[in-house]
């Protein structure tokens, strides 16, 4: 695990904990640190400060993803607007937590990450994985997916997907017609519930939504207020 946070006593106090945890962390004061070794020793997850000096956590994320780098990343924030929170999921980060935080939450944030992604071996401990999948091609509502490429494409137009936004697609895919409630899509895509509070799961699927669009084709991803959305193709 590679954290970076430019803040000297949270930086020490969050790898220390994260070590007792079962971690192997590497830590580091900056974003040029962080990309440094983000490119020596490429890690399962990277943990990043929003706020820090010269490149920023946002900076640090927006240029792993450029270079096609999917590794799990968590955002550390002291910035508590939705529109900065949005401003992270944009850059290609995959969750936040918002300083101050409990160690706890990160503890579950991270396992969350770690489960979906199936990576584990930067941590000691075990991380339980998903059910793999064995059929390599799903469609529906003239959507198609193929799981081994984690490739998809709206007829014969290729979608541009960030992994929890195939995985999101995926599910909707896979239940389609199906009316998914908000806490079953929480649990199957992040592993947890984020609490009704929680913009995460609109911002994503707004995301859908916009790069689904099609001009005078049908809108795919439908809401059932109250309860939460399903795939049909009206």
């Given at each position: 695990?590679?954290?970076?946070?430019?803040?000297?006593?949270?930086?020490?106090?969050?790898?220390?904990?994260?070590?007792?945890?079962?971690?192997?962390v590497?830590?580091?004061?900056?974003?040029?640190?962080?990309?440094?070794q983000?490119?020596?020793?490429?890690?399962?997850?990277?943990?990043?400060?929003?706020?820090?000096?010269?490149?920023?956590?946002?900076?640090v994320?927006?240029?792993?993803?450029?270079?096609?780098?999917r590794?799990?990343?968590?955002?550390?924030?002291?910035?508590?607007?939705?529109?900065?929170?949005?401003?992270?999921?944009?850059?290609?980060?995959?969750?936040?937590?918002?300083?101050?935080?409990?160690?706890?939450?990160?503890?579950?944030?991270?396992?969350?990450?770690?489960?979906?992604?199936?990576?584990?071996?930067?941590?000691?401990?075990?991380?339980?994985?998903?059910?793999?999948?064995?059929?390599?091609?799903?469609?529906?509502?003239?959507?198609?997916m193929?799981?081994?490429?984690?490739?998809?494409?709206?007829?014969g137009?290729?979608?541009?997907?960030?992994?929890?936004?195939?995985?999101?697609?995926?599910?909707?895919?896979?239940?389609?017609?199906?009316?998914?409630?908000?806490?079953?899509?929480?649990?199957?895509?992040?592993?947890?519930?984020?609490?009704?509070?929680?913009?995460?799961?609109?911002?994503?699927?707004?995301?859908?939504?916009?790069?689904?669009?099609?001009?005078?084709?049908?809108?795919?991803?439908?809401?059932?207020?109250?309860?939460?959305?399903?795939?049909?193709?009206?």
């Amino acid at each position: 695990m590679l954290l970076a946070e430019d803040d000297r006593a949270i930086r020490h106090a969050l790898e220390r904990a994260l070590s007792l945890e079962g971690y192997q962390v590497t830590a580091v004061a900056d974003g040029v640190e962080a990309l440094a070794q983000a490119h020596r020793t490429p890690p399962d997850v990277l943990v990043l400060d929003v706020m820090m000096p010269g490149i920023d956590g946002l900076q640090v994320c927006r240029v792993l993803r450029a270079e096609g780098d999917r590794t799990p990343i968590l955002m550390l924030t002291a910035l508590v607007e939705t529109a900065d929170r949005i401003a992270g999921l944009d850059a290609g980060a995959d969750d936040y937590v918002v300083k101050p935080f409990d160690v706890e939450e990160v503890f579950a944030r991270l396992r969350a990450l770690l489960r979906r992604t199936g990576s584990g071996n930067g941590a000691l401990v075990d991380v339980p994985k998903e059910p793999q999948h064995t059929d390599r091609q799903i469609e529906a509502a003239g959507l198609r997916m193929d799981m081994q490429a984690r490739r998809a494409w709206r007829g014969g137009r290729e979608l541009e997907l960030t992994r929890t936004e195939f995985e999101l697609l995926e599910l909707l895919v896979r239940n389609a017609g199906i009316v998914l409630d908000h806490s079953t899509i929480y649990d199957r895509i992040w592993g947890y519930d984020f609490g009704p509070g929680s913009k995460n799961l609109a911002v994503y699927v707004g995301y859908l939504r916009r790069k689904l669009d099609d001009p005078g084709a049908p809108a795919l991803i439908h809401t059932v207020r109250g309860v939460g959305y399903v795939l049909r193709e009206d």
